[in-house]
């Protein structure tokens, strides 16, 4: 079975552009949640999306958004980029049920953002 | 909302038992503990979860305490390779916090 896979691996962009990255969930998996690490904050959750529904989010300015679609893939995009949104993004599926907080967490690899 | 404290940094001899200590005295009745652990630049890996009772799989001891206000992971013989940042989460994993750095020494 696959594992959570996550596009690009790398990424470079500018003060103000916007960026768009991508993360397909294991199979059958409908739940896909997105994460922010820095060095000085740690994992910080920005949001959770539940068969193409947001249905938890984070403490994060609207500059940062997502989707689900059909198919479960997602996709997060941060507008006007700023040089602290510089981070590994990460992404997580799993097979928890609509209203369920539990069940694992499975991990891709990650995105890495540069911001000059 | 629910919240975990758990120490920055520990260190562990090789072979030997390595305990890490979450508190997460907030938590809800239905809430299970969860922890994870990060290598490197990777994404975090499932360890092992509990609600109520002491729990065990190949990778991991979780012990509970009776009043669910805090637990401990037990890695019963560390290796170098157990070297990584361990995460304990409650509430589905919206709160991750800034785990512990364990170190396991030769």
């Known amino acids: 079975k696959a594992g959570v896979t996550q596009t690009p691996r790398y990424l470079i962009k500018t003060r103000g552009q916007q960026v768009t990255l991508s993360c397909s969930p294991i199979s059958g998996h409908r739940s896909v949640s997105w994460y922010q690490q820095t060095p000085g904050q740690g994992l910080q959750f920005l949001f959770e999306y539940f068969s193409e529904t947001q249905r938890n989010k984070g403490n994060f300015p609207g500059r940062f958004s997502g989707r689900q679609f059909s198919n479960s893939r997602s996709e997060m995009n941060v507008s006007t980029l700023e040089l602290g949104d510089s981070a590994l993004y990460l992404c997580?599926?799993?097979?928890?049920?609509?209203?369920?907080?539990?069940?694992?967490?499975?991990f891709g690899s990650g995105t890495q953002l540069s911001v000059l | 909302d629910a919240k975990t404290t758990q120490p920055p940094s520990m260190d562990c001899a090789e072979g030997r038992a390595a305990n890490l200590p979450c508190n997460h005295s907030?938590?809800?009745?239905?809430?299970?503990v969860y922890w994870y652990r990060q290598i490197h630049s990777q994404g975090p890996q499932y360890i092992i979860h509990?609600?109520?009772n002491n729990e065990t799989n190949e990778m991991a001891s979780l012990i509970i305490t009776e009043d669910r206000k805090s637990s401990t992971l037990i890695l019963p013989h560390a290796t170098l390779r157990d070297t990584a940042v361990y995460y304990c989460?409650?509430?589905?994993?919206?709160?991750f916090g800034a785990g512990t750095r364990l170190t396991v020494k030769p």
């Open positions: 997580a599926s799993s097979n928890r049920d609509r209203g369920s907080t539990t069940g694992k967490l499975f």
């Open positions: 509990g609600l109520k």
């Open positions: 989460i409650v509430r589905g994993g919206m709160r």
């Open positions: 907030t938590i809800s009745g239905n809430e299970y």
